[in-house]
């Protein structure tokens, strides 16, 4: 096992090493949050979309509440 892990050390040592793509930060963020970092983003954006953006962190708590089956049992009994 300890003759395996060396070889491989060598095998490392030996490849020449790479330049990362140019996008990498970029595409990570796309692939893992589903949108861009605000840097990337266009300068303009919409009344809507900056409206959407200060409430969305405001009303996102009520709504996660109310989406658990615990709430949606109890106001089903209710009514």
Avoid: C, Y
């Avoid at 040592?13 to 970092?37: C, F, W, Y």
């Avoid at 979309?49 to 509440?65: D, H, K, S």
């Amino acid at each position: 096992l300890l003759a395996e892990a060396e070889e491989g050390h060598r095998w490392l040592k030996s490849l020449e090493e790479v330049d990362p793509p140019a996008n990498l930060v970029h595409n990570i963020l796309i692939a893992t949050t589903g949108r861009e970092s605000t840097r990337a983003r266009k300068e303009g954006i919409s009344w809507k979309e900056a409206a959407a953006g200060w409430l969305r962190p405001i009303f996102a708590p009520v709504f996660a509440v109310a989406r658990q089956p615990r709430f949606a049992m109890s106001f089903g009994m209710a009514f």
